[in-house]
């Protein structure tokens, strides 16, 4: 049955210190989107970011805790719409791709859309961020599955009960990667579309380090593997701790066998500590696992209990086509 009305779609950039590029982006969005209504999340700029945003005709409101992952829970939890397009306020990814996104999001039935970066591979130069991509999207494939190709980009679409049922728990750039996870647990509809990235204009900086934030998003990894697949997590270390303990036990035992003695009595009961251990982590994966499958039960339950939004239209009458774009976009 027809819907009455099209879909709200809302625009969310989260900003820090973008003022050399915001207004473009916004008012490159706002003619490519007439319909939607572009948000700035200003998470605490030392610049004239949010001027520049609001005189570009963007709705600016400001996020006190720095991360991008503060920004993100913000903005999901203030925005009400029915399609969310995220993208990053520094013009490294074209507006002129958004109506792919959101036609792919409504033709394939998809909670979420991910824009992958086709230069993903030399990351605007940086040779660093290149290497912790390759190293990390092929961790994330080995430990969650292969539903994403680009766990790091951060031009995506959701639907309304995507958005609405994602905890969001991350505070920086990890937050990708926990939105990965979270459509990877619950098995949601996801699709991918390979886009141009561009680089940064001159003057303006990544804020990503390479060598912090990639340690926090390890140290994600390592906590969403525990929370989502337990039994796997302390399997590990199980497995860890028993081989240990069967190489310190072996030559004790063989000794006894042959003397009746055991004269390295320290290293048994090291080795039988090691073997409790095993033990230990071992009964404690089986019973998170249970745990874990009933949390994702109930996450999967309040995910189907969200409205999905008025996403029913086609695809055609929601976004209009943009005219050809006569604004250089980013190599």
């Known amino acids: 049955m027809p819907q009455d009305h099209e879909p709200a779609i809302a625009v969310l950039l989260p900003c820090y210190n973008e003022e050399l590029t915001i207004a473009e982006v916004v008012l490159r969005f706002r003619e490519t989107l007439p319909a939607a209504t572009v948000y700035v999340y200003d998470n605490n700029s030392k610049d004239l970011t949010a001027l520049r945003a609001r005189a570009a005709g963007a709705i600016v409101i400001r996020e006190p805790r720095q991360g991008k992952g503060n920004v993100v829970r913000r903005m999901f939890a203030d925005i009400d719409a029915d399609i969310y397009l995220m993208a990053d306020g520094d013009g490294t990814y074209a507006p002129e791709d958004a109506p792919q996104l959101i036609n792919t999001l409504l033709t394939e039935r998809s909670d979420m859309v991910v824009g992958t970066r086709r230069g993903v591979t030399d990351d605007a130069g940086r040779t660093g961020h290149a290497f912790g991509n390759q190293i990390f999207n092929s961790l994330y494939k080995w430990l969650f599955g292969s539903d994403f190709t680009d766990i790091f980009s ?96 072996a030559p004790v035992l063989v000794e006894f066998a042959e003397t009746g003695l055991v004269p390295r009595m320290p290293t048994w009961v090291l080795s039988v500590g090691l073997l409790l251990l095993s033990m230990l982590a071992m009964v404690t994966g089986l019973i998170l696992d249970s745990v874990s499958r009933g949390r994702a039960e109930q996450k999967r339950i309040f995910y189907l209990s969200m409205p999905s939004g008025r996403v029913e239209r086609r695809a055609g009458a929601v976004v209009q086509k943009p005219q050809p774009d006569k604004t250089p976009r980013a190599a």
Do not use: C, N
């Not at 031009?155 to 994602?166: D, E, G, P």
């Not at 996801?190 to 390479?210: F, H, M, N, Q």
């Open 154 to 249: 951060g031009y995506r679409v959701f639907t309304r009960r995507f958005v609405k049922s994602f905890p969001a728990v991350s505070g920086g750039f990890e937050i990708e990667t926990e939105m990965s996870v979270h459509a990877s647990q619950l098995k949601l509809p996801v699709s991918e579309i390979a886009l141009d990235y561009g680089r940064r204009p001159e003057g303006s900086s990544s804020k990503l380090s390479t060598f912090r934030d990639g340690a926090k998003i390890l140290w994600m990894f390592a906590m969403l593997m525990k929370e989502t697949q337990p039994l796997r997590f302390f399997g590990a270390f199980s497995l860890f701790f028993l081989a240990s303990s069967l190489l310190l036990m």
